[in-house]
């Protein structure tokens, strides 16, 4: 027989669709062409798949070989396929049996020695694969990474001639298992490193509670930068499935899966001049972006004027979904971007408007202009936003961190108010759809009566309304209270700063 039919996998966002590796050897002038829409990477596979079997000592077929990547329409990119396409020379050659090549999945880069080399992306190919029942074959590289979807059948292996051996029954190759040093992650910052800031640190706490967004707005260094930076330090670990699709993530990414940042929180704080597309994702391959790196963590964005109007529109949707679809003519690639979002800004371009300390320079059509690069729309999609006020000099000067409470205490709070919102609405409080928020959000009478006053004063829109309410019973989660009580609704005006401003 001449033709041999080899699986792989392309990437596709966080999609690996299955590819069939076809090799056709056929009478003919020598010839070796590879169809079904190649780039360039893929094209130069030719090459590095003659030298890797040449110099594993087989025989490169002279003859007319076909290779196609089917399906023919879906963009194939990088040297992922170099494995599936040496055997399939193998197999169609009469070099290696063509039955045992059906069972498995192969995934991975040739060098010209025949040794394998590490690709981008094996995680989403290793899940993928499992649901269609069928082992794989990764680098040895990338051994890490497959043994993370522990019921899969994965197998690594470091040369093109370790895994002939295997397919040919001489010598089984290993199997991937779970590194024991893979163990989770462990926080540097701690919230008492913080001097003061009781009012900035219980936003947070509320903010950590029911994955909140936050904004804090201040002087130059009054710690907002320090306060974002503890949030992941309250909040609970991430369980396996959390790990593992943000790990996916990270696999697809530009850098590629990094072992020492298995189940640690994502805290991804892109500097301010952060194209659209560095934030949100795209490219050609569409890679992800920070705010999906930042999936089922904390994306920071530090100086939030300063971003670009486009880069921050672009939040929007993904701030309410969730997700950001990637439309191209040719494709159309979705990402997951569950974060928490995050930022810090000084009250105006100076930084000391209603400083009690610093005399502010400007003008107040230059704070209005400065607060207007924040678009309604966005602002109204923060859930709390709050004035950080310097710390007094005294209470820097204290020594050592037992006046401070430690993340451990406040994390220990954070999760019995999360396990509340699990058990009531199996989703926390910030995502509440409307009609979830009249069923499980009951006001007492004086809540209500003075949330209207509230209501009627500062003007609030809907979507005001309902984020206020949000996180109302937050707060009463924290409290362990079955019901918002009038206090709670006090407490929630202060984190609407901004609002209050405008009015
Ligand atoms: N409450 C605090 N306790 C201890 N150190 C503090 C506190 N606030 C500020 N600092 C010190 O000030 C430094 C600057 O803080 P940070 O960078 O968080 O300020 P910032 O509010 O983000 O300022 P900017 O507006 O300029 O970005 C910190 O590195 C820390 O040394
Ligand atoms: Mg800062």
């Not at 060098?111 to 992306?121: E, K, Q, S, V, Y």
């Not at 043994?147 to 001639?161: D, G």
């Not at 990094?258 to 500097?271: E, G, L, S």
């Not at 969730?322 to 159309?332: D, E, L, P």
């Amino acid at each position: 027989m001449s033709l041999a039919i080899v699986y792989s996998r392309a990437a596709l966002g966080m999609q690996a669709p299955l590819i069939t590796v076809e090799v056709h050897l056929t009478k003919g002038l020598p010839a070796f062409n590879i169809v079904g829409l190649p780039e360039t990477a893929v094209k130069e596979s030719k090459d590095r798949v003659r030298s890797a079997l040449v110099n594993s000592h087989f025989d490169f077929p002279i003859c007319r070989i076909t290779v196609n990547l089917a399906p023919a329409d879906l963009p194939k990119e990088g040297s992922r396929f170099d494995l599936a396409i040496a055997l399939g020379i193998l197999a169609a050659s009469k070099q290696l049996p063509q039955d045992t090549l059906q069972a498995y999945e192969f995934i991975g880069e040739l060098a010209l020695t025949g040794d394998l080399r590490a690709i981008r992306g094996v995680l989403p190919v290793v899940l993928h694969a499992h649901l269609a029942l069928r082992q794989v074959v990764v680098p040895i590289h990338n051994e890490m990474e497959a043994a993370l979807v522990k019921e899969a059948s994965v197998f690594a292996a470091t040369h093109l001639l370790e895994v002939c051996a295997h397919l040919k029954s001489i010598t089984p190759l290993k199997r991937c298992e779970v590194v024991p040093t893979l163990l989770a992650h462990s926080e540097k910052h701690d919230l008492s490193d913080i001097k003061g800031q009781p009012h900035a640190k219980r936003a947070l706490e509320i903010a950590a509670a029911g994955r909140h967004s936050v904004l804090f707005v201040g002087p130059p260094g009054t710690g907002k930068t320090m306060l974002a930076s503890r949030l992941t330090s309250i909040l609970p670990d991430m369980t396996d499935k959390e790990a593992l699709e943000a790990a996916s993530v990270v696999s697809i990414s530009h850098t590629g899966f990094n072992a020492d940042c298995w189940k640690k929180i994502p805290f991804r704080a892109p500097h301010h001049s952060a194209s659209s597309i560095a934030l949100v994702g795209g490219g050609r391959p569409p890679r992800p972006g920070e705010i999906s790196l930042a999936h089922h963590g904390v994306l920071f964005l530090d100086e939030l004027p300063e971003f670009s109007r486009h880069a921050l529109e672009c939040l929007r949707e993904p701030l309410e979904s969730g997700k950001i679809t990637i439309s191209r003519a040719s494709f159309q690639a979705i990402f997951p971007a569950h974060f928490q979002l995050i930022a810090a800004m000084n009250p105006c371009p100076c930084g000391y408007a209603n400083s009690a300390t610093h005399t502010c320079h400007c003008t107040p059509e230059q704070i209005r202009r400065y607060l207007s690069r924040i678009s309604g729309p966005l602002l109204n999609r923060i859930d709390m936003h709050m004035i950080v006020s310097p710390v007094s000099p005294h209470l820097l000067q204290t020594r050592g961190k037992f006046s401070e409470e430690p993340s451990l205490a406040v994390r220990l709070r954070v999760m019995k108010a999360r396990g509340l919102q699990m058990a009531r609405q199996m989703k926390y409080n910030s995502e509440l759809t409307v009609p979830e928020l009249e069923k499980y959000c009951h006001l007492t009478e004086d809540a209500s009566k003075l949330l209207h006053e509230v209501m009627l004063k500062f003007n609030f829109s809907a979507r005001v309304y309902h984020r206020l309410i949000k996180v109302a019973r937050t707060i009463a989660d924290l409290a362990a209270e079955v019901k918002i009580e009038e206090r709670m609704i006090g407490e929630v005006l202060n984190f609407r700063y901004l609002d209050r401003l405008g009015s």
